[in-house]
């Protein structure tokens, strides 16, 4: 396989990770991007190396700032060179029903989630139709597709991520750049481990296969959609939860 440079966002989370680590598996050098200060990179970049995942390196920006980006960017090309692969995997949630949303719990979710996408990709984009070869990764969710209860930010800002991946596969198609997304059901992580237990495994019983996903298994599709092998796929929005979409 050739070496390509990979940026993941949120790529010292729980998914994040699990991509960095598959897509280093193949043979990629990863920027793995995580907030300024963030507390644990030392120690993610430390258990990465001890893996023996060298080719990770630590890249620090707020996603939600377009500057901070543009020198994310910047920063990224200097150290590893031009980007060809970047996976959109930033996002949190602020969870409350609508009539108890505030603007501040919208406006997070909106930026963390969707104008972050907008923010990153454009910093890689248009150097990757220049070069006429890259992937643009980004993750949806099952819940914009479906909506959720309390979620009407998440689930806004996820559908229109779903949106975002259409249109500009249709841009960029013709120059070599294919843009996916993918939905995950939940997915075993720290942020749907600290989810109620009961209420958990409510959720668990919904879900056809009876189980969460693993981290690896969203990253193992979002590997395969990087490679020159998914090059025929693109503008699609894959789920990946268990069955949900049965439910």
């Known amino acids: ?35 300024p200060g963030y507390p644990r990179k030392d120690e993610w970049l430390a ?13 620090e920006a707020d996603v939600t700032d377009l500057d901070a980006c543009k020198g994310m960017g910047e920063a990224i090309r200097t150290r590893l060179g031009p980007v060809d692969i970047l996976v959109n995997c930033a996002g949190i949630t602020r969870d409350a029903t609508f009539r108890k949303m505030g603007l501040d719990e919208w406006l997070a979710v909106i930026n963390s989630n969707l ?18 070869w890259g992937r643009v990764i980004s993750l949806s969710s099952v819940n914009g597709t479906r909506g959720q209860f309390g979620q ?27 843009v996916n997304c993918v939905s995950p059901g939940y997915v075993e992580t720290d942020m749907v ?18 189980r969460l996903a693993r981290p690896d298994e969203i990253a193992s599709l979002v590997a395969f959609l990087a490679s020159d092998e998914a090059a025929y796929i693109t503008g699609a929005n894959i789920p990946i939860n268990g069955g949900l979409h049965m439910a």
């Open 193 to 210: 481990r600290a989810i109620r237990p009961d209420v958990l495994a409510g959720i668990v019983e919904s879900i056809p296969i009876g």
């Open 1 to 35: 396989m050739t070496e390509r440079v990979v940026v993941v966002t949120g790529g010292m989370g729980g998914i994040g990770t699990a991509v960095c680590k598959r897509l280093a598996q193949a043979g990629h050098r990863v920027a793995a991007n995580c907030l």
């Open 115 to 132: 104008n972050a996408t907008y923010n990153v990709t454009k910093q890689f984009i248009d150097g990757m139709t220049e070069r006429g």
């Open 47 to 59: 258990g990465m190396r001890s893996a023996g995942f060298e080719a990770v390196i630590g890249v």
């Open 152 to 178: 009407t930010n998440y689930s806004a800002a996820k559908a229109g991520i779903a949106g975002f991946t259409r249109a500009l596969a249709q841009e960029v198609v013709r120059k070599g750049v294919t």
